[in-house]
């Protein structure tokens, strides 16, 4: 079955520091990956979307400046949060696109700011 | 992007079959319907999609109207694991689109 890995599940940075955060399609190509972002409120947040073959389409309120992403081959994805502040935490979620219709979602990476 | 409704919140019993409604009356002819659900400290997991009249899978059933404005995702003899916050989403995937996600129903089981 399609797998998502996300790593690390969970990171402290200090607030201005950058914090790299990873993306694996485990068992299966995705041709595509959407970065969220879920607040402690659980309110979700759309950060991305890169797909192959495309540049990747940030959303209004996020730019490549604040969470450069990599999109090196159709398993693998990362993206960055630099100079991190109290407003970046939250959990930060990757969906992989499996197939014609569906998005996988890993466990995300909880990030935390001091 | 079509915009969804749905109750906040359903409560339910062990073995009961729970239904959650979601209405979707802008939904353009391009847009499939998705549901997901999320437990605590995990990501959202898909559960069903669907275009059109009724959709089964091992997990749930969905239900769509006629006009497609109205779906009802069906989870059969619930237990304890059910308990999740359900994600109706339309969207047009095969467009490049990505989920949006809403608030969602939160369905609360006991025992």
């Known amino acids: 079955g399609a797998l998502v890995y996300q790593y690390p599940r969970r990171t402290i940075c200090k607030s201005g520091t950058s914090m790299r955060m990873e993306c694996q399609a485990v068992?299966?190509?995705?041709?595509?990956v959407a970065w969220y972002r879920q607040s402690p409120q659980k309110t979700f947040e759309l950060i991305a979307l890169?797909?192959?073959?495309?540049?990747?389409?940030?959303e209004q309120n996020f730019t490549q400046e604040k969470f450069p992403i990599s999109h090196p081959n159709l398993s693998f994805s990362s993206m960055t949060v630099l100079n991190a502040y109290l407003e970046d935490r939250g959990l930060y979620l990757c969906?992989?696109?499996?197939?014609?219709?569906?998005?996988?979602f890993g466990a995300g990476t909880r990030l935390s700011v001091l | 992007l079509a915009k969804t409704t749905q109750p906040p919140s359903m409560e339910a019993y062990e073995g009961q079959e729970v239904n959650v409604s979601c209405s979707h009356t802008?939904?353009?002819?391009?847009?499939?319907i998705y549901w997901y659900r999320q437990v605590p400290h995990q990501g959202p997991q898909f559960i069903i999609q669907?275009?059109?009249d009724y959709v089964v899978n091992e997990v749930a059933s969905l239900f769509i109207s006629a006009d497609r404005k109205l779906s009802t995702l069906s989870l059969p003899w619930v237990s304890l694991r059910d308990a999740a916050v359900y994600y109706c989403?339309?969207?047009?995937?095969?467009?490049?689109?990505?989920?949006?996600f809403g608030t969602g129903t939160t369905v609360s089981v006991s025992p």
């Open positions: 969906g992989a696109r499996w197939g014609p219709n569906t998005l996988y």
């Open positions: 068992g299966f190509q995705a041709t595509s």
């Open positions: 890169s797909t192959v073959n495309s540049a990747i389409k940030y």
């Open positions: 802008n939904i353009a002819t391009s847009e499939y």
């Open positions: 669907g275009y059109k």
């Open positions: 989403i339309v969207t047009d995937i095969q467009g490049g689109r990505a989920l949006i």
